[in-house]
């Protein structure tokens, strides 16, 4: 029974690319949350998805940042132009039920981009 | 929105001596509150959660009490090993609210 996937594990990219990262999320599970780590800090929630709908986007900087949850595939979460600032850890979750049921969240292992 | 302060950011504990970590929350409509755990180089793990009908709850060593009189909730770890070495996050949820994060706690279990 596999859990969260995240893909690349690791991502470098050169400033002004762009970086994609995947997330499948658990069997059976629809929703999907991106959330962002800094070195030492706590966990920065993103955007909330559920398939094909963008549910909550509050924590997504609102230029360069994207995400989508299609009907077919994983999560995408898409950061265009990258900039040294965005070099951290970014983890994905999903849950089997809608956020407002407060169901446990199940993590991926994340993908380290990194800015050059 | 909710504010989630964790406490201590580090802890270092001998093996097989207990340890507690503590964690306060403004929103009183928070109900749901877990517990992660996040090894080095992997995303946190679930390792225990209470929702605000209960006042403690336990998984082996592991134990979680709440109050909410006082708006704060605690992890308690007993018999501590060196495999519990790691960042514990605390989180509060409520109704229709998304997750918020504390800031993390640096267990280190020394053999």
């Known amino acids: 029974n596999a859990g969260v996937m995240q893909n690349p594990r690791h991502l470098v990219r050169r400033r002004g690319q762009e970086a994609r990262l995947r997330c499948s999320p658990m069997?059976?599970?629809?929703?999907v949350y991106w959330y962002r780590q800094l070195p030492e800090e706590g966990l920065k929630f993103m955007v909330y998805?559920?398939?094909?709908?963008?549910?909550?986007e509050s924590g997504m900087p609102k230029e360069r940042f994207s995400a989508e949850f299609p009907k077919e595939g994983p999560s995408i979460l898409r950061i265009q132009q990258v900039v040294r600032g965005d070099s951290a850890a970014y983890f994905c979750?999903?849950?089997?039920?809608?956020?407002?049921?407060?169901?446990?969240?199940?993590f991926g292992n994340g993908t380290r981009l990194t800015v050059t | 929105g909710e504010n989630v302060e964790q406490h201590p950011s580090t802890l270092s504990v001998q093996e097989g001596d207990s340890a507690v970590i503590k964690c306060t929350y403004s929103?009183?409509?928070?109900?749901?509150f877990p517990w992660y755990k996040q090894e080095l180089g992997k995303g946190p793990q679930l390792i225990i959660d209470?929702?605000?009908?209960?006042g403690e709850k336990k998984d082996q060593r592991i134990a979680v009490t709440l109050n909410k009189t006082a708006k704060h909730f605690s992890l308690h770890i007993t018999e501590t090993q060196p495999e519990d070495s790691a960042v514990y996050f605390c989180?509060?949820?409520?109704?229709?609210?998304?997750?918020?994060f504390g800031t993390g706690t640096s267990l280190t279990v020394i053999p």
């Open positions: 989180a509060a949820s409520g109704a229709g609210n998304q997750f918020y």
């Open positions: 069997k059976g599970h629809s929703h």
């Open positions: 979750a999903s849950s089997p039920w809608a956020r407002q049921f407060n169901s446990p969240l199940h």
């Open positions: 998805l559920q398939k094909e709908n963008i549910i909550d």
């Open positions: 929103d009183s409509a928070s109900n749901y």
């Open positions: 209470i929702r605000s009908n209960v």
